[in-house]
Protein backbone atom coordinates (compact mmCIF):
# COMPACT_ATOMS: atom_id res chain seq x y z
CA UNK A 1 0.00 0.00 0.00
CA UNK A 2 1.21 3.14 -1.10
CA UNK A 3 0.99 6.50 0.99
CA UNK A 4 0.40 8.26 -2.54
CA UNK A 5 -3.05 6.93 -2.95
CA UNK A 6 -5.64 8.08 -1.34
CA UNK A 7 -6.13 7.18 2.39
CA UNK A 8 -9.96 6.63 1.84
CA UNK A 9 -8.98 4.13 -0.35
CA UNK A 10 -6.43 2.59 1.92
CA UNK A 11 -8.87 2.00 4.23
CA UNK A 12 -11.03 0.29 1.67
CA UNK A 13 -8.03 -1.72 0.98
CA UNK A 14 -7.55 -2.63 4.64
CA UNK A 15 -11.60 -3.79 4.83
CA UNK A 16 -11.23 -6.02 1.68
CA UNK A 17 -7.67 -7.76 3.43
CA UNK A 18 -8.93 -8.19 6.86
CA UNK A 19 -12.54 -9.25 7.90
CA UNK A 20 -13.78 -7.87 10.08
CA UNK A 21 -11.16 -5.02 10.20
CA UNK A 22 -9.54 -4.42 13.81
CA UNK A 23 -9.08 -1.01 14.15
CA UNK A 24 -6.93 0.65 17.27
CA UNK A 25 -6.73 4.01 18.56
CA UNK A 26 -3.58 5.29 18.78
CA UNK A 27 -3.36 8.48 21.30
CA UNK A 28 -0.42 9.96 19.54
CA UNK A 29 2.49 9.96 16.90
CA UNK A 30 4.59 7.08 18.65
CA UNK A 31 1.74 4.40 19.59
CA UNK A 32 0.85 5.06 16.09
CA UNK A 33 4.19 3.39 14.84
CA UNK A 34 3.98 0.78 17.32
CA UNK A 35 0.37 0.22 16.58
CA UNK A 36 1.65 -0.12 12.57
CA UNK A 37 4.56 -2.16 13.58
CA UNK A 38 2.27 -4.64 15.49
CA UNK A 39 0.18 -5.64 12.60
CA UNK A 40 -2.77 -3.31 12.38
CA UNK A 41 -4.29 -2.44 8.96
CA UNK A 42 -6.27 0.55 10.66
CA UNK A 43 -5.67 3.39 13.22
CA UNK A 44 -7.98 5.70 14.94
CA UNK A 45 -8.08 8.92 16.81
CA UNK A 46 -10.17 9.09 19.21
CA UNK A 47 -12.65 12.25 20.23
CA UNK A 48 -12.26 11.26 23.56
CA UNK A 49 -8.54 10.51 23.62
CA UNK A 50 -7.78 13.76 22.28
CA UNK A 51 -10.00 15.58 25.22
CA UNK A 52 -8.18 13.16 27.95
CA UNK A 53 -4.86 13.03 26.75
CA UNK A 54 -4.01 16.11 24.59
CA UNK A 55 -6.26 18.43 26.87
CA UNK A 56 -6.74 16.82 30.13
CA UNK A 57 -10.68 17.40 29.31
CA UNK A 58 -13.47 15.35 29.63
CA UNK A 59 -15.21 13.97 26.15
CA UNK A 60 -17.74 16.24 26.42
CA UNK A 61 -17.75 18.19 23.25
CA UNK A 62 -14.88 20.99 24.27
CA UNK A 63 -12.23 20.53 21.79
CA UNK A 64 -12.23 21.69 18.64
CA UNK A 65 -11.63 20.88 15.03
CA UNK A 66 -8.43 22.46 14.95
CA UNK A 67 -7.57 20.46 18.31
CA UNK A 68 -8.22 17.61 16.95
CA UNK A 69 -6.35 18.40 13.56
CA UNK A 70 -3.45 19.22 15.49
CA UNK A 71 -3.72 15.32 16.38
CA UNK A 72 -4.08 14.17 13.01
CA UNK A 73 -1.52 15.76 11.47
CA UNK A 74 0.81 14.17 13.45
CA UNK A 75 -0.72 10.81 13.83
CA UNK A 76 -0.54 11.01 9.84
CA UNK A 77 3.17 12.39 9.47
CA UNK A 78 4.14 9.31 11.48
CA UNK A 79 2.45 6.31 10.15
CA UNK A 80 1.22 4.74 6.34
CA UNK A 81 -1.69 3.75 7.98
CA UNK A 82 -5.19 5.00 6.91
CA UNK A 83 -6.01 7.12 10.26
CA UNK A 84 -10.07 6.95 10.88
CA UNK A 85 -11.10 10.47 12.91
CA UNK A 86 -13.82 10.68 15.25
CA UNK A 87 -15.58 14.12 14.68
CA UNK A 88 -18.06 14.12 17.37
CA UNK A 89 -20.81 16.01 15.90
CA UNK A 90 -18.92 17.56 12.92
CA UNK A 91 -18.31 20.84 14.73
CA UNK A 92 -21.15 22.74 13.87
CA UNK A 93 -23.86 23.41 11.42
CA UNK A 94 -23.22 22.53 7.69
CA UNK A 95 -20.80 24.97 6.25
CA UNK A 96 -18.73 23.94 9.49
CA UNK A 97 -19.42 20.74 8.60
CA UNK A 98 -17.82 21.01 5.23
CA UNK A 99 -15.18 22.58 6.54
CA UNK A 100 -14.43 19.50 8.63
CA UNK A 101 -14.46 17.37 5.75
CA UNK A 102 -11.76 19.75 3.90
CA UNK A 103 -9.61 20.39 6.83
CA UNK A 104 -9.22 15.76 8.17
CA UNK A 105 -8.31 15.18 4.14
CA UNK A 106 -6.08 18.41 4.28
CA UNK A 107 -4.33 16.76 7.39
CA UNK A 108 -4.09 13.05 5.90
CA UNK A 109 -7.24 11.26 7.29
CA UNK A 110 -9.27 8.41 5.71
CA UNK A 111 -12.59 9.75 6.75
CA UNK A 112 -14.52 10.70 10.01
CA UNK A 113 -17.60 9.76 12.13
CA UNK A 114 -20.20 12.54 12.73
CA UNK A 115 -22.58 11.40 15.90
CA UNK A 116 -26.25 12.42 15.74
CA UNK A 117 -25.76 13.61 19.34
CA UNK A 118 -26.45 17.11 20.67
CA UNK A 119 -23.43 19.95 20.31
CA UNK A 120 -23.50 19.67 23.99
CA UNK A 121 -22.52 15.62 23.24
CA UNK A 122 -21.38 13.17 26.01
CA UNK A 123 -19.45 9.62 25.77
CA UNK A 124 -21.32 7.23 24.14
CA UNK A 125 -21.52 4.91 27.04
CA UNK A 126 -22.85 7.73 29.48
CA UNK A 127 -26.64 8.19 30.57
CA UNK A 128 -28.51 11.18 29.67
CA UNK A 129 -27.54 11.42 25.97
CA UNK A 130 -29.97 13.58 24.01
CA UNK A 131 -29.62 13.21 20.30
CA UNK A 132 -30.39 15.28 16.68
CA UNK A 133 -33.94 14.90 15.00
CA UNK A 134 -33.31 12.13 12.21
CA UNK A 135 -33.72 15.11 9.83
CA UNK A 136 -30.94 17.24 11.75
CA UNK A 137 -28.56 13.90 11.35
CA UNK A 138 -29.44 13.49 7.36
CA UNK A 139 -28.62 16.89 7.31
CA UNK A 140 -25.14 16.81 9.04
CA UNK A 141 -24.45 13.91 6.46
CA UNK A 142 -25.36 15.48 3.50
CA UNK A 143 -23.31 18.59 4.14
CA UNK A 144 -20.34 16.29 5.14
CA UNK A 145 -20.78 13.77 1.69
CA UNK A 146 -21.66 17.17 -0.35
CA UNK A 147 -18.04 18.61 0.62
CA UNK A 148 -15.75 15.77 -0.04
CA UNK A 149 -12.64 16.63 -1.95
CA UNK A 150 -11.75 13.04 -2.40
CA UNK A 151 -14.66 10.26 -3.75
CA UNK A 152 -12.64 7.77 -1.35
CA UNK A 153 -13.13 9.85 1.64
CA UNK A 154 -15.22 7.78 4.46
CA UNK A 155 -18.01 10.04 5.84
CA UNK A 156 -19.06 7.45 8.53
CA UNK A 157 -22.44 8.13 10.58
CA UNK A 158 -22.79 7.21 14.07
CA UNK A 159 -25.87 6.68 15.83
CA UNK A 160 -26.53 7.10 19.37
CA UNK A 161 -29.95 6.27 18.98
CA UNK A 162 -30.16 3.05 20.57
CA UNK A 163 -29.64 4.21 24.11
CA UNK A 164 -32.24 7.19 23.80
CA UNK A 165 -34.77 5.58 21.18
CA UNK A 166 -34.25 1.93 20.80
CA UNK A 167 -33.32 -0.20 18.22
CA UNK A 168 -35.86 0.51 15.57
CA UNK A 169 -35.44 4.35 15.29
CA UNK A 170 -31.52 3.69 15.89
CA UNK A 171 -31.80 1.57 12.70
CA UNK A 172 -34.24 3.55 10.79
CA UNK A 173 -31.48 6.59 11.49
CA UNK A 174 -28.89 4.50 10.00
CA UNK A 175 -30.89 3.71 6.74
CA UNK A 176 -31.63 6.92 5.98
CA UNK A 177 -27.87 8.44 6.74
CA UNK A 178 -26.56 5.36 4.20
CA UNK A 179 -30.03 7.37 1.82
CA UNK A 180 -27.73 10.74 2.58
CA UNK A 181 -24.52 9.32 1.42
CA UNK A 182 -23.06 7.42 4.52
CA UNK A 183 -20.43 5.07 3.64
CA UNK A 184 -20.43 3.26 6.57
CA UNK A 185 -22.40 2.89 9.96
CA UNK A 186 -20.91 3.45 13.21
CA UNK A 187 -23.56 1.89 15.41
CA UNK A 188 -22.67 2.95 19.20
CA UNK A 189 -23.44 1.01 22.35
CA UNK A 190 -24.78 -2.20 21.39
CA UNK A 191 -25.93 -4.47 23.83
CA UNK A 192 -26.08 -7.86 22.17
CA UNK A 193 -24.87 -9.21 19.13
CA UNK A 194 -28.25 -9.96 17.38
CA UNK A 195 -28.18 -6.09 17.21
CA UNK A 196 -25.23 -5.59 14.89
CA UNK A 197 -27.05 -8.22 12.38
CA UNK A 198 -29.83 -6.37 11.78
CA UNK A 199 -28.05 -3.24 12.09
CA UNK A 200 -25.98 -4.96 8.97
CA UNK A 201 -28.70 -6.29 7.09
CA UNK A 202 -30.79 -3.34 7.07
CA UNK A 203 -27.95 -0.60 6.20
CA UNK A 204 -26.07 -3.33 3.28
CA UNK A 205 -23.22 -1.00 4.13
CA UNK A 206 -19.95 -1.47 6.68
CA UNK A 207 -20.80 -1.63 10.42
CA UNK A 208 -18.33 -0.72 12.54
CA UNK A 209 -19.02 -2.22 16.56
CA UNK A 210 -16.89 0.29 19.29
CA UNK A 211 -15.64 -1.95 21.78
CA UNK A 212 -14.71 0.00 24.17
CA UNK A 213 -13.69 -1.30 28.01
CA UNK A 214 -15.85 -0.34 30.89
CA UNK A 215 -18.54 0.72 28.63
CA UNK A 216 -22.00 -0.83 27.68
CA UNK A 217 -20.97 -2.93 25.06
CA UNK A 218 -19.71 -6.45 26.18
CA UNK A 219 -16.36 -7.11 25.34
CA UNK A 220 -17.79 -9.40 22.10
CA UNK A 221 -14.56 -11.22 20.27
CA UNK A 222 -13.42 -10.07 16.81
CA UNK A 223 -14.73 -13.53 15.75
CA UNK A 224 -18.51 -13.18 17.47
CA UNK A 225 -18.76 -9.91 15.79
CA UNK A 226 -17.80 -11.32 12.17
CA UNK A 227 -20.83 -13.70 12.56
CA UNK A 228 -22.57 -10.92 13.67
CA UNK A 229 -22.11 -9.22 10.23
CA UNK A 230 -19.85 -6.67 11.96
CA UNK A 231 -17.08 -5.61 9.40
CA UNK A 232 -14.84 -3.04 11.57
CA UNK A 233 -13.92 -3.47 15.14
CA UNK A 234 -12.96 -0.65 17.28
CA UNK A 235 -10.61 -0.79 20.02
CA UNK A 236 -10.59 3.20 20.92
CA UNK A 237 -8.98 3.71 23.79
CA UNK A 238 -7.73 -0.08 24.84
CA UNK A 239 -3.67 1.15 24.68
CA UNK A 240 -4.31 4.61 25.94
CA UNK A 241 -6.22 3.10 29.31
CA UNK A 242 -2.92 0.90 29.67
CA UNK A 243 -0.47 3.37 29.49
CA UNK A 244 -2.77 5.71 32.32
CA UNK A 245 -2.36 2.61 34.69
CA UNK A 246 1.28 1.94 34.40
CA UNK A 247 2.28 5.84 34.68
CA UNK A 248 -0.02 6.12 37.41
CA UNK A 249 2.06 2.82 38.97
CA UNK A 250 5.03 4.62 37.73
CA UNK A 251 4.69 8.39 39.72
CA UNK A 252 3.57 6.38 43.02
CA UNK A 253 6.36 4.34 43.04
CA UNK A 254 9.38 6.97 42.21
CA UNK A 255 7.29 9.00 45.19
CA UNK A 256 7.21 6.39 47.60
CA UNK A 257 10.20 4.42 47.26
CA UNK A 258 12.64 7.50 46.10
CA UNK A 259 13.89 5.22 43.22
CA UNK A 260 12.34 4.24 40.13
CA UNK A 261 14.31 0.66 40.57
CA UNK A 262 10.83 -1.36 41.02
CA UNK A 263 9.37 -0.09 37.87
CA UNK A 264 11.58 0.12 35.04
CA UNK A 265 11.09 -3.79 34.37
CA UNK A 266 7.64 -2.65 33.49
CA UNK A 267 9.34 0.09 31.36
CA UNK A 268 9.90 0.18 27.36
CA UNK A 269 13.48 0.25 27.25
CA UNK A 270 15.97 2.72 25.03
CA UNK A 271 16.47 -0.29 22.93
CA UNK A 272 12.88 -1.12 22.38
CA UNK A 273 11.93 2.48 21.84
CA UNK A 274 14.83 3.65 19.23
CA UNK A 275 14.09 -0.24 17.39
CA UNK A 276 10.25 1.61 16.65
CA UNK A 277 11.67 4.91 15.76
CA UNK A 278 14.41 3.70 13.82
CA UNK A 279 16.84 5.92 15.67
CA UNK A 280 20.34 4.03 14.50
CA UNK A 281 19.00 5.05 10.72
CA UNK A 282 19.11 8.10 11.44
CA UNK A 283 22.04 8.29 13.72
CA UNK A 284 23.83 6.76 10.35
CA UNK A 285 22.80 9.22 8.00
CA UNK A 286 23.53 12.08 10.42
CA UNK A 287 27.37 10.32 10.84
CA UNK A 288 26.91 10.25 6.28
CA UNK A 289 26.34 13.79 6.40
CA UNK A 290 28.65 14.85 8.92
CA UNK A 291 31.47 12.73 7.04
CA UNK A 292 30.42 14.57 4.01
CA UNK A 293 30.96 18.19 5.43
CA UNK A 294 35.14 16.83 7.11
CA UNK A 295 35.30 15.41 2.96
CA UNK A 296 34.18 18.90 1.53
CA UNK A 297 36.00 21.18 4.57
CA UNK A 298 39.73 19.27 3.48
C1 LIG B 1 -15.41 6.01 20.61
C2 LIG B 1 -15.48 7.25 21.42
O1 LIG B 1 -16.36 8.14 20.79
C3 LIG B 1 -14.12 7.94 21.47
O2 LIG B 1 -14.10 9.17 21.53
O3 LIG B 1 -13.11 7.24 21.49
C4 LIG B 1 -15.93 7.00 22.88
C5 LIG B 1 -15.11 5.93 23.58
C6 LIG B 1 -15.28 5.85 25.10
O4 LIG B 1 -15.57 6.86 25.74
O5 LIG B 1 -15.03 4.78 25.64
C7 LIG B 1 -17.42 6.70 22.90
O6 LIG B 1 -17.80 5.54 22.77
O7 LIG B 1 -18.21 7.65 23.03
MG1 LIG C 1 -15.88 10.08 20.71
Request: net charge negative.
Amino acid sequence: MSKLQSPGLRLKEALQAEKPLQIVGAINAYTAVMAERTGYRALYISGAGVANASFGLPDLGITTLNDVLEDVRRITSATELPVLVDADTGFGSAFNIARTIRSMTAAGAAGVHIEDQVTAKRCGHRPNKAIVSQAEMVFRIKAAVDAKTDPNFIVMARTDALAVEGEASAIERACACVEAGADMIFAEAVLELEQYRKFADAVKVPVLANITEFGKTPLFTKEELGEAGVSMVLYPLSAFRAMNAAALQVYRTIRNEGTQANAVAAMQTRMELYDFLQYFDYEKKLDELFDMEKEEGK
